[in-house]
């Protein structure tokens, strides 16, 4: 499995441009997913572009929230490749003819074989759950409806292994201690405080970060 940051309120990767928002490529099970879009169309392509990242590779597009620092790129994005199935939660309307096919999540959700959604929490927001050899792999956008509430809905599917993406006011720390990997991205207040807890786990975001978990 494979984990590139292409959006984030930093750069990791010098040419890339940062911007408040997150979006990042998952690689696995031969699927090419990308979650979120970012603010900002231009951009979101543009970084597509220096990472060698091709829109028509791409087979899903899966965006946690309606939240405009999530869904900003989406279009300029279709406008690229609409032949995409896209999971949106229920309470972000999109047009049906949108792409491909437009996939409206409520509940857990089997999006393929060892992908899974954690079902809209909160009636905002959904994260994505892979299964991997090492553990359960959450990515959020912003976890909105709280870290704990969606770690503990992504552990129907096994042991959580790593958390990736945007945490939010989050500082319940010891939450997470369990982890083997963090990589607090976007829109997290603590991140000194969670490398500071947890170095040997935390792994620094930022776009053009690639995070490999065999």
């Known amino acids: 499995m494979k984990v590139t940051i292409i959006y984030d309120n930093t750069v990791f990767q010098e040419g890339l441009i940062a911007d408040w928002g997150f979006a990042c490529l998952v690689e696995v099970y031969d699927r090419t997913i990308l979650f979120d879009t970012g603010a900002n169309g231009p951009i979101l392509l543009g970084n597509m572009e220096k990472l060698n990242i091709n829109p028509g590779s791409i087979d899903d597009v899966i965006i946690s929230h309606a939240h405009w620092d999530h869904t900003g790129g989406l279009s300029d994005f279709l406008g690229e490749n609409n032949a995409v199935s896209l999971y949106v939660p229920l309470s972000y309307a999109v047009s049906s003819s949108a792409a491909k096919d437009v996939i409206q999540v409520k509940e857990s959700t089997k999006i393929h074989e060892n992908i899974f959604s954690t079902g809209e929490l909160e009636s905002i927001e959904q994260s994505l759950v892979i299964n991997t050899a090492k553990g359960l792999v959450v990515i959020a956008g912003c976890s909105h409806p709280g870290v704990r509430n969606i770690l503990k809905a992504a552990s129907i599917y096994g042991r959580i292994s790593a958390l990736i993406g945007g ?45 490999d978990i065999l």
Not at 179 to 196: F, G, M, R, V
């Open 167 to 211: 945490l939010h006011g989050f500082n319940e720390l010891d939450v997470i201690k369990d982890l083997d990997l963090i990589c607090a991205t976007h829109c997290t207040q603590y991140i000194p405080e969670i490398k500071s807890r947890y170095p040997d786990k935390y792994i620094r975001g930022g776009a053009g970060q690639v995070i």
